[in-house]
């Protein structure tokens, strides 16, 4: 099941009242959370978000970024919040990529907090790659015309460094891809696939009522936009790379 709240702030990340997380429960200082709708499938945002050597061709926030230490253990070890029966073949694939992230990997990224300022480095370790199953995906009913939603996949990873007191930190992403009847944009008379994202980060400890807000919103929202517009634009060089091809055929 998701663990996304239903309320999050469209679009613009904002500081919320903290939303739990995998690895610390309930509680903690503040969350800074976003969704947004992204035209192209769950696996296609997934891949982007997995990919960290690829962060700079779309990621202003965290533009460098790298695994640092391997998982010791399978790359895929089962998750206690996931409720599939086991890890889907297409995330124990992308779990494999190197350079990808992976549970039980240590990742480090380099945060620029404000366009053009100084990169902050912080290591983290990436707690969970699932795949989970969404509301209403076995109802074939599209009345509200928000979609039918088919899958979901999570992802989320913890600060790692500081003793809890000090400083905790843990974000989690999900995507839930949701099939439309309405052929109005991509799909033809398959319907339009989209990915309803969500993605929260909840800070807790001592340190964690000093943090620039603002400035992690900034941050939270570029991120959005950015896989946004990656994935997006992908999509589109798909299409036509497909209508091409059909000319060429006939």
């Not at 739990?20 to 696996?43: D, K, Q, R």
């Not at 990919?51 to 533009?63: E, R, S």
């Not at 010791?72 to 297409?90: F, G, N, T």
């Not at 091409?244 to 006939?250: L, S």
Request: a negative charge; aromatic letters at 8%; glycine letters at 12%.
């Amino acid at each position: 099941m998701s663990l996304a709240p239903p309320d999050l702030p469209r679009d613009a990340a904002k500081c919320v009242p903290p939303i739990p997380v995998p690895a610390y429960g309930g509680g903690g200082a503040f969350s800074v959370a976003c969704a947004a709708v992204i035209a192209g499938p769950a696996l296609a945002c997934l891949e982007k978000v997995l990919d960290l050597p690829g962060y700079g061709a779309w990621n202003t926030f965290v533009p460098t970024a790298s695994v640092v230490a391997a998982a010791s253990a399978s790359p895929l070890p089962p998750s206690p919040s996931s409720d599939a029966p086991a890890p889907p073949p297409e995330l124990a694939a992308l779990a494999a990529r190197p350079g990808y992230a992976a549970p039980g990997a240590r990742i480090r990224f380099a945060a620029v907090m404000v366009p053009g300022g100084a990169p902050r480095s912080v290591d983290l370790v990436v707690t969970a790659l699932e795949a989970f199953t969404p509301p209403n995906s076995n109802n074939d009913d599209d009345d509200d015309g928000g979609g039918v939603a088919t899958v979901g996949y999570r992802v989320a990873w913890k600060a790692v460094g500081l003793p809890r007191f000090v400083l905790r930190s843990e974000r989690v992403q999900e995507f839930v891809e949701r099939r439309r009847r309405s052929a109005d944009r991509r799909g033809g008379g398959g319907g339009v696939v989209e990915t309803h994202y969500a993605t929260w980060e909840t800070f807790g400890g001592a340190v964690a009522y000093v943090l620039p807000g603002a400035q992690l919103e900034g941050g939270f929202s570029r991120w959005v936009d950015g896989l946004r517009k990656v994935v997006e634009e992908g999509e589109g060089e798909g299409e036509g790379k497909e209508e091409d091809e059909e000319g060429a055929a006939r």
